[in-house]
């Protein structure tokens, strides 16, 4: 692993080797928590895929709309295909919101993976619902939304909700619920006395996210070398 600047004091951890296939990974809305997806990016890179999962601020007065931009700028940096973006909790709902937005955006991205997705927020990138942007005169990224039947952060229902809301509109999606709860699925765990996520160690919380690694690679069709 590599940790770089992808904008001035702004970091992010770099995953497998950069000439593969990109994944920009965002973690949920604690600040600057790159390393609480750790587990999962070194899983999916296991793949034979680059992950870049990056810090953003959700807190900041622009709710992290320069950093999740800036961030996605320093990842097509790397490759020239398109990237796969996934994000978690928060993170889920702003590459929703970025996705559903991509067009108008001139943003190029080849598969949206949203975990534990928290969709009935405002979106960071466009101050938007998700829904409320949705067209059927403009489909394009298909979407793989996953949530932890066991979710009690974010209720599996804002997955399915907006599945059905993308189906309805035309958008390709498929809607999975997992044998999770809200951290386990993006391999990590919650530290209840400080109150934030950090990198999971248990073999189980591996398991899942092991799982999830695997449903992000398929969507970009690669095997592990």
Known sequence: METVEYAPGRKADLHGEPSRPTVLMWHGMQTDARASVAVLADLVAGHGLHVLASDWNSHADDRGRSDLLAS???????????????????????????????????????????????????????????????????????????????DDVVPPKASTEFGEALRAAGWPVEVAMLDADHASIAGAAHDSVADVYVPATDGATRDVASDVAARIAAVVGVRPD
């Open 72 to 150: 996605l700028d320093f990842a097509r940096g790397f490759g020239s295909g398109p990237l796969v973006l996934v994000g978690w909790s928060m993170g889920g709902l702003a590459a929703a919101d970025l996705t559903v937005h991509a067009h108008r955006l001139e943003i190029d991205l080849t598969h949206t993976v949203c975990l534990a997705g928290a969709f009935m927020a405002a979106g960071p990138i466009s101050g938007l619902h998700v829904t409320e942007s949705l067209s059927s005169e403009e489909i394009g990224t298909p979407f793989t939304l996953l949530h932890g039947a066991a």
